[in-house]
């Protein structure tokens, strides 16, 4: 099991994240999900919550096609091209992750994504014993 540690010594604990999350295991890398359906197609245009209920589906699809599941995600990098679509984001992302063991999160705004409907893209790190 991994081990979080929300609060180190001296340094201001955080309710929505983890500091620091280790663990035995082998590490697994999940590229930046975006909102694209198994055909291609993105879900939600223009609507962060759609957008982002697709992109951890999709990481969800990733995690079991590794033997893993959100239990095991030990980071989660969010690339929003809007930083107010934050709240909506991490609302979503609370449907699918443990919130009294969050993982360890970091939030960057970015000027643009590789599409210009894309509001999105959020990478993992997961540990799987």
């Not at 955080?14 to 198994?38: C, E, I, K, N, W």
């Not at 994504?113 to 790190?125: K, S, T, Y």
């Amino acid at each position: 099991m991994n081990t979080h540690i929300s609060a180190p010594d001296g340094v201001f604990p955080s309710d929505g994240y983890t500091h620091v999350v280790t663990g035995p295991g082998r590490l697994l890398a999940v590229s930046g999900q975006m909102a694209f359906d198994a055909d291609g197609r993105l879900v939600g245009a223009g609507d962060p919550a759609a957008q982002a209920r697709q992109v951890f589906e999709n990481m969800r699809r990733c995690l079991a096609a590794a033997g893993a599941g959100f239990g095991d995600v030990v980071k989660l990098t969010y690339y929003l091209t809007d930083i107010a679509h934050v709240p909506t984001v991490l609302s979503v992302r609370d449907e699918f992750v443990d919130t009294t063991r969050p993982p360890a999160s970091t939030v960057v705004a970015v000027v643009a994504l590789f599409r210009p409907d894309l509001l999105m893209e959020i990478d993992a790190l997961a540990i799987v014993a």
